[in-house]
């Protein structure tokens, strides 16, 4: 009658048990950099904004009568581009929206207009703070009471471009998001209609 065996001995456990710890330790020296080398801080590499961040879909309306800036996302009356956020893992503080001109210039408007990012029930989440450069120079300027510069961003939002008082319809514009706090570079241009 032949013996059963009832699990490893205890040779085969350690060399199981060092070639495992073994190929951590190689695996963990190639992919993940150290955090501390001498009494410095080693940081992650930036990772390119569009890897975090999409939108897709503008739809140019206009901004309802009794709007004001802060608590609807634009100036009544004025021309709003409205964007779907298709996919998000960033943060408001992440990022910072512009709009570009066929040149690559940022947008001047003939009013005040700016950027807000608003949830699924029309609530602003935050504000760019107003101008007619249509390019974000700084973080948002306000913030709804339940939202932070560390609250995710996320694609049950959407982005309401504020275009002042100026048709855009077909003036070859482009919104772009630039990446901040972690990410680099910008989107690719996403045509305005």
């Known amino acids: 009658m032949a013996e059963r065996r009832s699990g490893w001995s205890r040779g085969e ?3 199981v048990c060092g070639v495992t710890l073994t ?7 190639f992919v993940v950099p150290p955090l501390f080398v001498g009494n410095s801080i080693t940081t992650f590499p930036e990772m390119p904004i569009g890897i975090g961040f999409a939108a897709t879909e503008p739809r140019l309306v206009t901004c309802p009568r009794n709007s004001t800036y802060p608590t609807s996302g634009c100036f009544s009356g004025d021309y709003v581009y409205n964007l779907t956020i298709f996919d998000s893992t960033v943060t408001f503080e992440n990022v910072e929206f512009e709009v ?7 947008v001047w408007l003939f009013s005040e207009g700016g950027f807000s990012v608003i949830n699924e029930t ?4 935050a504000s760019s703070t107003p101008s007619v450069h249509l390019g974000m120079t700084g973080p948002w300027n306000t913030y709804a009471s339940w939202v932070t510069g560390s609250s995710p961003l996320t694609s049950r939002c959407d982005i309401l471009i504020d275009m002042g008082v100026g048709n855009p319809a077909g003036a070859h514009l482009s919104f772009l998001a630039i990446g901040l706090d972690g990410y680099t570079g910008t989107t690719g241009p996403l045509p305005l209609p």
């Open 13 to 15: 456990r350690a060399i």
């Open 23 to 29: 190929a951590t330790i190689a695996f963990a020296a």
């Open 100 to 106: 570009t001109n066929s040149t690559g210039n940022v």
């Open 122 to 125: 029309g609530t602003v989440q």
